[in-house]
C-alpha cells in the first residue's frame, strides 16, 4: 500500500484535541486545530485534573520525551490520600500507604499526578503555536465529492482536509450535526467549584490528611463537597521552590509556557447538590454570588469549612451544571470522528473525563499514523478506533454516573434520605476499621484507572 499525505482538522482547543496535535504533528502528519477562545489562556473552567495511568501513557505516547518530562516536572504534589469526611470534619473514611505492607509494584507511570488545567493547557500548546488557530467559531461541516471534508466558521473562512475530528467538548458542534441521535442527559446535580489561595491562615484549616490528599465531605441532603490541594513547584513569585531536583528545575526554566501560567498553591473546592435543593436561578449566579451560595447552603458545616469557602476567590467560583452522555449505538464510519467530551460526556464521579479524552487521542493518532504511512485504509483506522474508544468511552461514562446521580435516593428528604446516608456513613467507618478491605479496594480503583494497562492494539 503506497503512502499518501493526510491532513487532519481537529475542531476544539481543549485536552484532548491538543493532545492529539501533539502527535500528529510529531509524527508528520498535517494537522489544524480550530480553537473558538481568543487566546491561549482564555475560557478555562476549572482548576485541577487529575492525570492516571490511562492518561499519562497517552501524553507519553503523544508528546516528544522532552515535553513529556517537563509535564512531570509541572505536575502538583502527588496526593497521599484518599478520604471521606463529614461536613463536620469527622473521618469517616482515609486510605494511604500505611494500609500496604509493602508498597504496590508500580511502574511510575502507574502513580495518578495532579496538574493544574491551566498549566496543561500550555504545555499541550507548546509547539502548535503554528497550527493552532484561535477565535475559529465552528459552524458546520459539508463532506465533498472528492472525499475531503470541509469545515465552515463564522468569520466566513473554511478549512478542508481528509478527515475532521470533534474535540469540541460537551455542547459539540459537530456531534449535533453528525450524530444528532448521540443526547446529553441531566445527572440532576449542579456543582459550585472555587478556589482558595494556600496560605499559612488556610492550611491550618485542614487536616493534615486532607492537606495532603483528595477528600470528599458527606453532609446532609446529600450535599458533598471534594477538597484537593495543589501544591505546586513554583512559589507565589513564580520562582522555583527549594527542593526541585536540578533535572525538574532546568525542564521549568527552558518551558516557554511558564509565561501563561498563573497557577499558583490553592485548595480546590467543588461543592455539589441535587438540583432540586438549589434555587431555580442557581446557574445564573457567578462570582460573588455563587460564592454566597455555596456558603448559604453550608451555614452548618464545621466553621473551619465555612471559612475556607469565605476567603475563597469570588472570580473563581462559577456554578456547573453535571451531565452525562447517553451511550449509543456504534455509527457508520466516515471521515468524520469525535474524541473526549465531545462523544462521552461523564459525570466527575471517577475522575477519569479527561484522561479518557487523552487515552482517545492517543488510539486516533496511533491509527491515524498508520494511514499516513500506507499500512491501512483510512475508513478502516477511524472505524477502529470507534470501535474500541465506544467501549471504553461508555463504560467509563456508565461508572462516572454510578457515583454521582443526583437522582439516586441519598439526595432524598425525609426518612428515607437519611436512612440512606446513614447507612452510607456506617459502612464508611466500618470499612475505615478493615485493612484488608482498603487494599482491595484501593487495587480496584487503581486498575480502573490504568495501573499495568498495556496501550491499546
Known amino acids: ?9 481537529v475542531i476544539g482547543g481543549g485536552t484532548g484535541g491538543l493532545c492529539l496535535a501533539q502527535g500528529l504533528k510529531r509524527a508528520g502528519v498535517g494537522v489544524a486545530v480550530y ?5 491561549r489562556s482564555d475560557g478555562l473552567q476549572g482548576y485541577r485534573v487529575g492525570i ?20 512531570v516536572a509541572t505536575c502538583a504534589k502527588r496526593p497521599v490520600y484518599f478520604n471521606q469526611y463529614t461536613e463536620q470534619l469527622s473521618q469517616l473514611f482515609s486510605s494511604g500507604p500505611e494500609i500496604f505492607k509493602e508498597p504496590p509494584n508500580f511502574d511510575e507511570l502507574d502513580l495518578d499526578e495532579s496538574v493544574s488545567r491551566m498549566t496543561l ?22 463532506q465533498r465529492p472528492d472525499g475531503k471534508v470541509t469545515a465552515f466558521f463564522d468569520d466566513g473562512t473554511s478549512a478542508t482536509g481528509d478527515v475532521l475530528v470533534a474535540a469540541d467538548g460537551s455542547n459539540s458542534k459537530v456531534r449535533a450535526q453528525y450524530l444528532p441521535q448521540a443526547k446529553l442527559l441531566d445527572a440532576g446535580l449542579i456543582g459550585i467549584t472555587g478556589k482558595t489561595l494556600l496560605t499559612d491562615e488556610t492550611r491550618k484549616l485542614l487536616p493534615r490528611r486532607i492537606l495532603d490528599g483528595v477528600t470528599m465531605l458527606q453532609g446532609p441532603k446529600g450535599f458533598m463537597c471534594i477538597i484537593h490541594v495543589m501544591q505546586f513547584p513554583w512559589d507565589t513569585n513564580g520562582e522555583l521552590k527549594d527542593g526541585i531536583g536540578r533535572t525538574e528545575a532546568e525542564l521549568i526554566r527552558q518551558w516557554p509556557g511558564l509565561l501563561y501560567d498563573n ?4 485548595i480546590m473546592w467543588g461543592f455539589a447538590a441535587a438540583d432540586h435543593w438549589l434555587p431555580a436561578d442557581v446557574m445564573q449566579r457567578k462570582g460573588g454570588e455563587a460564592q454566597q451560595l455555596a456558603q448559604q447552603l453550608t451555614a452548618d458545616w464545621h466553621p473551619d469549612l465555612r471559612k475556607l469557602f469565605a476567603l475563597g476567590d469570588p472570580n473563581s467560583c462559577f456554578p456547573l451544571k453535571i451531565r452525562t452522555s447517553e451511550p449509543v449505538e456504534q455509527w457508520k464510519t466516515t471521515n468524520v470522528t ?12 471517577r475522575g477519569v473525563g479527561a484522561n479518557t479524552a487523552l487515552r482517545d487521542a492517543a488510539l486516533l493518532c496511533k491509527n491515524l499514523v498508520s494511514v499516513q504511512e500506507g499500512r491501512t485504509g483510512l475508513l478502516d483506522a477511524v472505524r477502529d478506533y470507534e470501535t474500541k474508544m465506544i467501549k471504553y468511552g461508555f463504560e467509563a461514562v456508565v461508572k462516572s454516573r454510578q457515583n454521582m446521580d443526583g437522582h439516586s435516593a441519598a439526595h432524598k428528604g425525609g426518612l428515607t434520605g437519611s436512612l440512606v446516608r446513614g447507612l452510607m456513613r456506617t459502612s464508611m467507618r466500618t470499612m475505615n476499621q478493615m485493612t484488608f478491605v482498603k487494599r482491595k479496594m484501593a487495587m480496584a480503583e487503581a486498575e480502573f484507572r490504568g495501573a499495568g ?3 491499546e492494539d
Open 1 to 9: 500500500m503506497s503512502t499518501s499525505a493526510l491532513h487532519v482538522i
Open 35 to 39: 480553537e473558538r477562545d481568543r487566546t
Open 338 to 349: 469525535l474524541i473526549g467530551d465531545a462523544i462521552h460526556t461523564m459525570t466527575p464521579g
Open 121 to 142: 493547557r500550555q504545555l499541550l500548546l507548546t509547539g502548535l503555536e503554528d497550527i493552532v488557530h484561535f477565535e475559529k467559531r465552528y459552524t458546520h461541516y459539508e
Open 263 to 266: 497557577s499558583r498553591d490553592y
Open 453 to 455: 494497562r498495556q496501550t
Open 52 to 71: 492516571d495511568p490511562d492518561g499519562k501513557r497517552a501524553l507519553r505516547a503523544c508528546l516528544s520525551p522532552q515535553l513529556y518530562d517537563t509535564f
